[in-house]
């Protein structure tokens, strides 16, 4: 990872820690959810974007579902990576991005709260932290903790490892109520590369297409994970307001306010 990106992020935990959110990012979403329908947005469920075909000679790009097509003057894409990104592209952008960043995960259902809220292991990249108490995500009295390990690998070695390093921190079988592990999730899309850094990522109008627009958490020079992902969202979608005309004008009055 280049070093602007990983310095930047020490500097934010050593200055404003972390934040857990009550409910889990069930209460995030829905969140975003309300403030998009109340500024007028329709949120579709249950209809897969396709593709994003080049604009017509109106300069409205057609995109597609498997049900319908819409014609429009300006398209955030953000489906999560680069890969499903350039999947919904006429051709691929030359991006010259990192790995992405994997783990394995452990999450556990506590009777009670661990003897120790947070265990970081120094000859393997493995961590335990507690997020409730203090964050609002299991019952009064009980424990939600989180077991990881950076840069996942075999689901019987991970699996094993983790049980096994919760152990070492004090949960105790008897303490698990319910279980789940997650192998070889993203924790951050295309890391940026030494030499390249936080500048090198794409754009928000890196697609390489007129009215097409780009977020997530590998998009724009600022940020990482969630902080990335706000950040190149608000971006792309003030840029795709102002190309839209009367009506896009408005609305980007309304989210400069």
Request: glycine share 12%; aromatic share 6%; hydrophobic share 45%.
């Amino acid at each position: 990872i280049s070093a602007d990106a990983a310095v930047r992020q020490l500097q934010l935990v050593q200055t404003g820690g972390v934040r857990y959110l009550y409910g889990g990012w069930t209460r995030l979403v829905d969140g975003l959810s309300a403030a998009a329908r109340s500024a007028g947005a329709e949120i579709i469920e249950g209809e897969r974007a396709l593709a994003v075909e080049d604009p017509d000679s109106s300069g409205r790009s057609e995109v597609r579902t498997g049900r319908r097509s819409w014609f429009t003057s300006a398209v955030v894409v953000a489906p999560g990576g680069p890969v499903a990104a350039r999947a919904l592209l006429p051709s691929a952008p030359s991006w010259h991005l990192g790995e992405d960043a994997t783990a394995a995960c452990l999450d556990l259902g506590l009777r009670r709260p661990p003897p120790y809220r947070v265990v970081f292991g120094l000859d393997q990249p493995l961590y335990l932290s507690t997020h409730a108490p203090s964050a609002e995500l299991a019952p009064a009295g009980a424990a939600m903790v989180h077991v990881l390990r950076y840069g996942a690998r075999t689901t019987e070695q991970d699996r094993s490892d983790l049980s096994r390093f919760a152990e070492v921190a004090g949960v105790g079988k008897d303490d698990v109520v319910v279980e789940r592990f997650l192998h070889k999730m993203v924790v951050s899309h295309s890391l940026p590369r030494p030499g390249a850094g936080l500048a090198g990522r794409p754009a928000v109008d890196g697609s390489g297409r007129a009215g097409v627009f780009l977020a997530g958490d590998w998009v724009g020079p600022e940020g990482l994970l969630a902080d990335a992902s706000l950040s190149s969202g608000a971006a792309a979608g003030r840029a795709a307001a102002a190309v839209v005309p009367v009506r896009g004008a408005a609305a980007s009055r309304r989210l400069a306010g």
